[in-house]
């Protein structure tokens, strides 16, 4: 298995930044996606971005594009979600997930190992 831990949340401000973190711990992350998966108050899981572990083109949801960035760091088995210019739609519980190939999907359920999560909150 692949246990995921997500760190970096916190409460900002509008256009405040966030740098968020998930190590990843257990089997090798080679071959695998990391994608970075929000869940506000009331609402579905919606997919924010994805980056192949081995190298490839990265995703991002419409909604956060030209903000955030996602990167990795092979040699601490870890991925990041630099977050830039926030806004209060971006409040949500941020989970670092993957799935068992490099292929980037939109859909949550896509990903069957994920973190526990972490809160972004953004006041006005």
């Known amino acids: 298995q692949v246990h995921l831990v997500e760190s970096g949340g916190g409460l900002v401000q509008v256009g405040g930044s966030l740098r968020l973190s998930c190590e990843a711990s257990?089997?090798?992350?080679?071959?695998?996606?990391m994608a970075w998966i929000r869940q506000a108050p009331g609402k579905e899981r919606v997919f924010v971005a994805a980056?192949?572990?081995?190298?490839?083109?990265?995703f991002y949801a419409d909604s956060v594009k030209g903000r955030f960035i996602i990167s990795r760091d092979n040699a601490k088995n870890t991925v990041y979600l630099q977050m830039d210019s926030l806004i209060p739609e971006d409040t949500a519980v941020y989970y670092c997930?993957?799935?068992?190939?490099?292929?980037?999907?939109?859909?949550?359920?896509?990903?069957?190992?994920w973190g526990q999560g972490t809160q972004v909150t953004v006041s006005s």
């Open positions: 997930a993957t799935r068992d190939d490099s292929v980037i999907f939109y859909r949550s359920s896509a990903y069957n190992y």
């Open positions: 257990g089997r090798t992350l080679s071959g695998r996606v």
């Open positions: 980056v192949p572990w081995n190298g490839g083109r990265t």
